[in-house]
């Protein structure tokens, strides 16, 4: 165990590793400290031994021991088409984090937050979803033997749905949005005292191996674009990298550009203005992933585009479903809506991009996860004449 301590740095307050904490006493979030001096001796080493998934970065998570299903490890694709379709002058990847066990990111979190839950002698968990961490959350309480119920907004959509019921959730259904189960899942762990689980610190620490496998994939990354919801994905990629770079790792580390959905640009629309996040009621978009109207990681995810010199953008829902078919149709990569949020962006940024850099798109999640969302294609009723032989 090589945590220090767990830091609030809006107040700068330190708490103890051994307590159970969602959030600061001063209401923000709160982030752990690790003894990076101990981590840094032979880690590279260490870690070059292992497999190449999520449970390879174990010194750098809060817990003891994972609940994993070999999440993490997925592809860094270079792109075949899109590339030379946008005349992009640079190198385009994406990480594919549809090959997750449950087919999002979410599982990289789900495995540290659920081992933490457990060494908190938890027996029964609570979570509030728009549908892919409650279905990673619902598989990985299984394996645990945890019960575990999920709070979603009205219009989840019913492949997720579906996925948490497979798995074994008991899923609740709240007349209202993404914050209102948010809302609830806390009361609920208030109330009852059942382990509240979601984008809170320990969730952050475990995302971070996205940051850490791309790093080894891929050598002197400039960019990497990410969608931005509860803003937890980027502040933990950001984390990462730099930690990487205290353990010399990496030598440089990239920019961080946020993409965020028209109909819910809370984090984007703080970074233009130059002010502070105002949360959304009612927030709308197909990439219903990202729906969070009150970002809970939103100032972190600020804090890290403007901390490497990135920077923000903001997409619209017909750019996000271009993206997704391109990326399925030029790329092979089937994606939510969500999922191709970060290509959407870099499409209309792409000329921000500096020339010859290497540029990283995170996939987040499986197009099977909203396989109906404004698909554009159309079942023909029968095969076209044509020459015989031409
Ligand atoms: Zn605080």
């Given at each position: 165990?090589?945590?220090?301590?767990?830091?609030?740095?809006?107040?700068?307050?330190?708490?103890?590793?051994?307590?159970?904490?969602?959030?600061?006493?001063?209401?923000?979030?709160?982030?752990?400290?690790?003894?990076?001096?101990?981590?840094?001796?032979?880690?590279?080493?260490?870690?070059?031994?292992?497999?190449?998934?999520?449970?390879?970065?174990?010194?750098?998570?809060?817990?003891?021991?994972?609940?994993?299903?070999?999440?993490?490890?997925?592809?860094?694709?270079?792109?075949?088409?899109?590339?030379?379709?946008?005349?992009?002058?640079?190198?385009?990847?994406?990480k594919?984090e549809?090959?997750?066990?449950?087919?999002s990111f979410?599982?990289?979190?789900?495995?540290?937050?659920?081992?933490?839950?457990?060494?908190?002698?938890?027996?029964?968990?609570?979570?509030?979803?728009t549908?892919n961490?409650?279905?990673?959350?619902?598989?990985?309480?299984?394996?645990?033997?945890?019960?575990?119920?999920?709070?979603?907004?009205?219009?989840?959509?019913?492949?997720?749905?579906?996925?948490?019921?497979?798995?074994?959730?008991?899923?609740?259904?709240?007349?209202?949005?993404?914050?209102?189960?948010?809302?609830?899942?806390?009361?609920?762990?208030?109330?009852?005292?059942?382990?509240?689980?979601?984008?809170?610190?320990?969730?952050?620490?475990?995302?971070?191996?996205i940051?850490?496998?791309?790093?080894?994939?891929?050598?002197?990354?400039?960019?990497i674009i990410s969608p931005v919801g509860n803003g937890t994905l980027i502040?933990?990629t950001?984390?990462?990298?730099?930690?990487?770079?205290?353990?010399?790792?990496?030598?440089?580390?990239?920019?961080m550009i946020g993409i965020q959905a028209?109909?819910c640009s809370?984090v984007a629309?703080?970074?233009?203005?130059?002010?502070?996040?105002?949360?959304?009621?009612?927030?709308?978009t197909v990439a219903v992933a990202i729906e969070c109207?009150?970002p809970?990681?939103?100032?972190?995810a600020?804090?890290?585009?403007?901390?490497?010199?990135?920077?923000a953008e903001v997409v619209?829902?017909?750019d996000i479903?271009?993206a997704r078919?391109?990326?399925?149709?030029?790329?092979?990569?089937?994606a939510e809506p969500a999922g191709a949020v970060s290509l959407a962006g870099l499409?209309?940024?792409?000329?921000?991009?500096?020339?010859?850099?290497?540029?990283?798109c995170l996939v987040t999640g499986?197009?099977?996860?909203?396989?109906?969302?404004?698909?554009?294609?159309?079942?023909?009723?029968?095969?076209?004449?044509?020459?015989?032989?031409?």
């Amino acid at each position: 165990m090589h945590e220090r301590f767990v830091f609030c740095s809006g107040c700068g307050k330190k708490y103890p590793i051994w307590k159970k904490m969602f959030r600061c006493e001063c209401g923000e979030t709160l982030e752990i400290i690790f003894d990076y001096r101990k981590i840094k001796k032979n880690f590279r080493e260490r870690i070059e031994k292992r497999d190449f998934n999520h449970a390879r970065y174990i010194e750098l998570y809060p817990v003891k021991k994972l609940v994993s299903i070999q999440e993490g490890g997925t592809s860094l694709i270079r792109s075949k088409n899109l590339e030379k379709l946008f005349g992009m002058k640079f190198q385009l990847y994406f990480k594919y984090e549809a090959q997750n066990p449950t087919g999002s990111f979410k599982d990289r979190g789900s495995s540290v937050e659920v081992a933490k839950a457990l060494e908190f002698k938890a027996k029964e968990v609570v979570c509030a979803s728009t549908g892919n961490m409650g279905a990673s959350l619902a598989a990985y309480s299984g394996i645990a033997n945890l019960k575990c119920s999920v709070f979603i907004p009205m219009d989840t959509k019913t492949v997720k749905l579906e996925q948490m019921l497979a798995y074994g959730a008991n899923v609740y259904k709240v007349h209202g949005d993404y914050v209102k189960a948010a809302r609830i899942a806390e009361e609920v762990y208030r109330n009852y005292n059942i382990y509240l689980l979601g984008d809170y610190l320990y969730r952050r620490e475990g995302t971070k191996s996205i940051g850490f496998e791309l790093c080894e994939q891929l050598k002197g990354i400039d960019y990497i674009i990410s969608p931005v919801g509860n803003g937890t994905l980027i502040s933990a990629t950001w984390k990462a990298v730099n930690e990487f770079k205290i353990l010399n790792i990496i030598k440089t580390r990239p920019r961080m550009i946020g993409i965020q959905a028209s109909g819910c640009s809370t984090v984007a629309r703080a970074y233009t203005s130059r002010l502070e996040i105002k949360p959304i009621k009612n927030p709308h978009t197909v990439a219903v992933a990202i729906e969070c109207g009150d970002p809970i990681d939103g100032k972190r995810a600020l804090k890290s585009i403007k901390e490497s010199g990135g920077f923000a953008e903001v997409v619209s829902d017909k750019d996000i479903l271009k993206a997704r078919d391109l990326l399925a149709r030029k790329e092979g990569l089937f994606a939510e809506p969500a999922g191709a949020v970060s290509l959407a962006g870099l499409i209309k940024a792409r000329d921000s991009i500096e020339k010859g850099s290497k540029v990283v798109c995170l996939v987040t999640g499986h197009g099977l996860k909203a396989p109906m969302t404004g698909v554009s294609g159309k079942v023909k009723k029968s095969f076209p004449k044509r020459l015989s032989g031409a």
